[in-house]
């Protein structure tokens, strides 16, 4: 993806979710860890497909996770994205901090290392705005309370965890 696609995928997706607006869900994201402890990005397509993942951090930092955000919201410091060579269609992971990417993901810069307390989102969406996944946050401390064969997600702004293998046999039917 180009830069001027990487800043305007985000913003379009963030400015339709304050209109109310917003694009169709057609999956799941979530995050896992490996067996080093290092942050994977979860994607389940439920149906067609996703060509893109973007994590970005919360900003400024959440003094009380419980508060409001305020609907003039600045954008977020950075955008962190991933662009797929064919579109996801059913369950992938990436990492969240190497170069390399994975999961049929390519990092479209390198990614920003995710530093304590600070809360991040991952979601994953189209390149035409077509589709996208539910949006999941998280912070290191979460992450630290995985085991590699569990995914955190969220459904019904509730932070669910479960194991993989009943995450990729039901997160599509909620």
């Known amino acids: 993806m180009t830069t001027w696609p990487r800043r305007v995928l985000p913003t379009a997706f963030c400015l339709l979710a304050l209109t109310g607006c917003t694009v169709p869900i057609a999956g799941v994201a979530g ?6 402890g290092e942050p994977l990005g979860v994607l389940l397509v439920c149906h067609d497909g996703i060509d893109a993942a973007v994590l970005y951090p ?34 992938t992971t990436w990492p969240l901090t190497g170069p390399a990417g994975g999961g049929g993901l390519t990092p479209d810069a390198p990614p920003h290392a995710l530093k304590p307390g600070r809360l991040y989102t991952v979601y994953g969406a189209t390149q035409d705005n077509s589709w996208s996944t539910n949006a999941h946050s998280f912070t290191l401390a979460d992450l630290k309370k995985l085991r590699p064969d569990q995914v955190a997600y969220t459904y019904d702004d509730k932070v669910r965890t479960t194991t993989v293998t009943d995450f990729r046999a039901h997160a599509c039917e909620e």
């Open 58 to 91: 919360a900003d400024p930092p959440p003094a009380d996770p419980a508060a409001e955000v305020a609907e003039d919201a600045k954008e977020p410091e950075y955008t962190d994205s991933w662009t797929a060579k064919e579109a996801v269609t059913d369950y």
């Open 31 to 36: 995050v896992t860890v490996t067996a080093e």
